[in-house]
């Protein structure tokens, strides 16, 4: 079974701290991705990686940035953490395909506050 | 981008009812799943179907990809089946397009 590992499935920082959320997959998969979800706003796209040290700007980038130095590993930074960053962050990766990508499998989730 | 929309926003049932979850899209797709958001947040895989049939216990699942729509059928619905339901999308490229889900109970 494809696996899809988030670091920490609970955290709470403070205002101004430097957040990492790690993401691990185990499935060889070309393609990552990192979402928030809020209530009433459904999964938005912040970052997508199609390979590794790539990365593209999903719909809210702002305020974050990603890093993906290993094809297993996907990063997602929260420069200068802030109490509108407080969400849900869920990874997920996706085979390469010869039509775009394959089947999306998602972590556990992240539940992040920001005091 | 391309719009996903899903009904009914939310759904309540009896135990061991039958429901039809819908998602309707505006353009063509070549990537279509169904996912199961748990208590806890993940959100889990039920069907990989751009199109056609496929059935997994008590859950179907129905592409017409020609009509811009699927269809999620759940029978004899128990209460491990509440949660929220989404239906993702995909048109060639490396992005993932999201409805906004359909939040099922099921009471006892």
């Known amino acids: 079974d494809v696996k899809v590992t988030q670091s920490s499935r609970y955290l709470v920082k403070r205002t101004g701290e430097k957040v990492f959320l790690e993401c691990v997959q185990d499935?060889?998969?070309?393609?990552m991705f990192w979402y928030r979800q809020d209530p009433g706003l459904g999964l938005r796209l912040i970052y997508f990686?199609?390979?590794?040290?790539?990365?593209e700007k999903g719909d809210i980038p702002e305020g974050y940035s990603v890093s993906r130095e290993k094809k297993e590993r996907f990063s997602l930074i929260l420069e200068s953490a802030s109490t509108n960053q407080t969400s849900m962050y869920l990874c997920?990766?996706?085979?390469?395909?010869?039509?775009?990508?394959?089947?999306?499998?998602f972590g556990e989730g992240s539940r992040l506050t920001v005091l | 981008g391309i719009q996903v929309e899903q009904s009914p926003p939310d759904l309540i049932l009896q135990e061991g009812a039958n429901s039809t979850l819908r998602c309707n899209f505006s353009?063509?797709?070549?990537?279509l799943q169904w996912f199961h958001q748990n208590p806890w947040g993940q959100l889990i895989n039920l069907f990989y179907?751009?199109?056609g049939t496929k059935q997994n216990g008590r859950l179907s699942a129905t592409t017409v990809a020609t009509e811009r729509y699927s269809l999620l059928y759940i029978s004899s619905s128990q209460t491990t089946d509440s949660g929220v339901y989404f239906c993702?999308?995909?048109?060639?490229?490396?992005?993932?397009?999201f409805g906004t889900g359909t939040s099922l109970t099921v009471i006892p």
């Open positions: 990686s199609y390979d590794v040290k790539m990365k």
């Open positions: 997920a990766s996706s085979p390469a395909t010869g039509l775009g990508t394959g089947e999306l499998f």
């Open positions: 499935m060889d998969h070309e393609n």
């Open positions: 353009d063509s797709v070549n990537n």
């Open positions: 179907i751009p199109s």
């Open positions: 993702a999308v995909g048109t060639g490229g490396n992005q993932f397009y």
